[in-house]
């Protein structure tokens, strides 16, 4: 009866979690992300404002705004993905694409495993994962990024296990595919073709492998430039002028820096909202992986995790800046290799001594970061123990899940595992029902710019909004807009106006972010004295918090004739 009791309990438990995570992706898609600074961000209208232009005008391009050519495959899924759900808001539309990876990405990591129980634990942990859940429900690519490389691995174990060529070509393609979606993909190509190195293989084996996947990765390649790079490339090297400058000021360039923008990565709030599988990697990398390595003892797919991890910090180290949608590509293998020296290890010492290190991690940062013992609220990513009584919470659930396991006859490692799990999963419900639930329901911070802007607009056909962040508008209300982000970096009187002539049209209203006002008036003051305020609203935005938007109309388009203002 135990027995049948426990086997039940293995697969129900994982399946209840899973149709969970389902359901809290699907559920209000139009919702506005968690009041979190770390994981807010309103990056996502700049990488729809060509999609958004498509579905309404049938035009990728209207004006110097070429976005999409950063991100070239992530706008054409996103564009066709939301042309089949014709009758709901763009913004639902829109974050389609990610609603559909979110849910692909956790089935396809359950197919990292041959086991059906580490299939059923991986996929519930990144069905639940809060950060994993909030990029499923937001316009990035990040998530689509993650569901790419993950098929790119898996075809390439696939591959290699079954001495295929076209899988492996296939796993080329898809790691080509990578860096069109997002340039930061482009790391993907030294871990697919260096993996089979780190294994002992047969050089026919390898050969037909690496063939395949060269070839694979040449041909998405070619097919990239043929259609973006060569076409574009006058504005592609723009814009991607425009996004590297701005990186360039957040890369480390002393020692210090190099080692704070590790240590920010290994403690960051994204990881840590982990706070067991992720330790638990970490010590599968260096108990597991690297003691094996010399005899060259690891598995493709263990070589594939691993460098996955090791190239993924890689290139995410490379910025001072953290913000938590970059560092979901390493999500699906931190979760993979966590398990795996959890169901892996023999010695009950290791697990507990694993435990007791993530614990501590969880601990330390919450001392640094002055969160230890705090009492008004969980802050997500900073340690179970930023709040006493989720702490007390969260280890009573962990003492009696042991407690109950260890009832049912189950050995002392089993019940560790299960309790860890259990903990795992449980540490991830104060994030959400402290940011993420209550989001579902808020009012939309757009609902009451949104409504001024579409009525203004019904007044005029020719209307046109322009200035900061118009394109996030765009999603919350059906209006024309002409975004200036990544495009008028240098803010004079000059440029706007040689902007705006090479528009070919010129907007009836103009945006400006409260805290860009005094810089705009000191740097472009003509052009601020043709512009007459109408509106503030308050807008919370990322880090900066409570900020207001300052709605404009123009008094006069002389100075874009004359290149002077009228005073």
């Known amino acids: 009866m135990h027995t049948q009791l426990t086997k039940k309990f293995y697969l129900l438990f994982p399946v209840l979690i899973i149709i969970t995570g389902f359901a809290m992706r699907i559920y209000m898609p139009g919702a506005d992300p968690p009041h979190w600074s770390y994981v807010y961000n309103t990056d996502e209208s700049y990488y729809a404002y060509n999609a958004l232009n498509k579905l309404k005008q049938d035009q990728w391009f209207l004006n110097d705004a070429k976005y999409s050519l950063l991100t070239p495959l992530f706008s054409l899924l996103q ?51 809060f950060i994993g859940i909030v990029y499923s429900r937001l316009g990035n690519p990040e998530m689509t990024l993650t569901l790419c490389i993950q098929v790119s691995v898996l075809l390439a174990w696939l591959s290699f296990e079954k001495r295929s060529f076209s899988l492996a070509f296939l796993a080329g393609i898809f790691a080509a595919a990578s860096p069109a979606i997002k340039i930061s993909g482009i790391f993907i190509f030294p871990v697919i073709i260096l993996a089979v190195f780190l294994c002992k293989t047969e050089n026919s084996k390898r050969n037909l492998y690496l063939s395949g996947v060269s070839i694979g990765i040449a041909a998405g390649l070619l097919i990239w430039c043929a259609f973006v790079i060569i076409p574009y490339y006058n504005e592609w090297s723009t814009l991607q002028e425009a996004l590297t400058s701005g990186a360039r000021d957040h890369m ?98 290791v697990l507990l001594f694993s435990l007791f290190f993530a614990l501590s991690l969880s601990l330390f940062y919450a001392l640094i970061t002055d969160t230890f013992l705090k009492t008004d609220t969980i802050v997500p990513g900073r340690g179970i123990f930023s709040h006493p009584l989720i702490a007390a919470i969260l280890f009573s659930i962990f003492f009696i899940t042991f407690l109950i396991t260890v009832s049912f006859k189950i050995e002392t490692k089993k019940a560790i595992i299960t309790a860890v799990i259990v903990l795992e999963i449980a540490a991830q419900i104060p994030l959400h029902s402290a940011y993420l639930l209550p989001s579902y329901h808020r009012i939309s911070q757009w609902e009451s710019l949104s409504k ?16 900061d962040m118009v394109q996030d508008i765009a999603l919350h209300a059906d209006i024309e807009v002409l975004p200036t982000y990544f495009l008028m970096d240098e803010i ?49 935005i990322g880090g900066a918090g409570f900020r207001r938007v300052i709605l404009y109309r123009f008094k006069s388009y002389d100075w874009l004739e004359t290149g002077k203002a009228v005073s």
């Open 252 to 349: 480390p360039k002393t020692l210090f820096q190099m080692s704070f923008s590790l240590l920010s990565l290994l403690l960051s709030p994204a990881l840590l909202a982990m706070p067991l599988i992720w330790p638990m990697s970490l010590c599968w990398c260096i108990f597991h992986f690297l003691p094996n390595l010399r005899k060259r003892e690891n598995s493709l797919i263990e070589s594939l995790l691993f460098l996955w991890i090791v190239f993924g910090f890689a290139i995410l180290s490379t910025s001072l800046d953290q913000p938590a949608r970059w560092q979901l590509i390493i999500f699906p293998p931190v979760i993979c290799t966590g398990l795996m020296f959890l169901f892996n290890n023999k010695s009950r010492k």
């Open 492 to 540: 004079d009187d000059n440029f706007i106006g040689e902007f705006f002539k090479r528009q070919g049209r010129r907007p009836t209203h103009f945006i400006i972010v409260e805290f860009n006002d005094l810089k705009w008036s000191r740097t472009a003051p003509l052009f601020m004295k043709s512009l007459e305020e109408i509106k503030r609203y308050p807008l919370l």
């Open 79 to 129: 564009y066709y993905t939301a042309k089949t759900l014709d009758g709901f808001s763009y913004v639902v539309r829109l974050r389609s694409i990610n609603l559909l990876s979110g849910v692909l990405s956790v089935i396809v990591l359950a197919f990292f495993f041959h086991n059906n129980r580490m299939r059923l634990t991986t996929a519930a942990l990144w069905a639940f994962s």
């Open 452 to 467: 001024d802007v579409e009525e203004i607009a019904s007044q005029n056909n020719n209307t046109i909004f322009s200035g």
